[in-house]
């Protein structure tokens, strides 16, 4: 981050610090939690896509505001296009999982990422509930993106 501002600087061209920002943050979380990066400079979709779901939640949302009003949201879009979001997550997710099912069962994971411990929790069935794939892609979901 401090390279692109440094250069930026020196090539008196103008940057957008919050763009800058948002795409740190993304790049932080996704190492820590998926254990691998998701750069949007190279055009991946990622960082397009989690652009796009944090504009929709951040906007405004008639149903949030008045509960009555909930239908306004449907009408306009909104839902729609949150649902679409959430599907090229979810299949994002589904994809990721098989990867890390795949590394493990090859030995070829070294670092154990967030996701990791998961599929060990998942495998190991020690917890007191089953932890189902979807369970894991919605904690993953919610780590990455927590709503308001």
């Given at each position: 981050m401090v390279e692109k501002i440094q250069t930026a600087c020196l090539s008196e061209s103008p940057?957008?610090?919050s763009e800058l920002l948002i795409l740190t943050s993304n790049n932080i979380?996704?190492?820590?939690?998926?254990g691998q990066k998701f750069d949007d400079e190279d055009g991946s979709w990622f960082g397009e896509t989690a652009?796009?779901?944090m504009v929709q939640v951040m906007s405004f949302s008639f149903?949030?505001?008045?509960p009555a009003s909930r239908w306004i949201d449907s009408l306009r879009g909104?839902?729609?296009?949150?649902?679409a979001i959430f599907s090229r997550f979810d299949k994002f997710y589904d994809q990721l999982i098989?990867?890390?099912k795949t590394a493990d069962r090859e030995g070829k994971t070294i670092k154990k990422d967030f996701v990791d411990i998961l599929l060990q929790i998942q495998n190991d069935g020690a917890?007191?509930?089953?932890?189902t794939k979807e369970d894991l892609k919605a904690l993953l979901q919610v780590c990455l993106y927590p709503t308001p």
């Open positions: 940057i957008d610090l979380m996704c190492r820590s939690i998926l652009k796009e779901l149903g949030d505001m008045f909104y839902i729609a296009h949150l649902k098989d990867e890390h917890l007191d509930f089953e932890f």
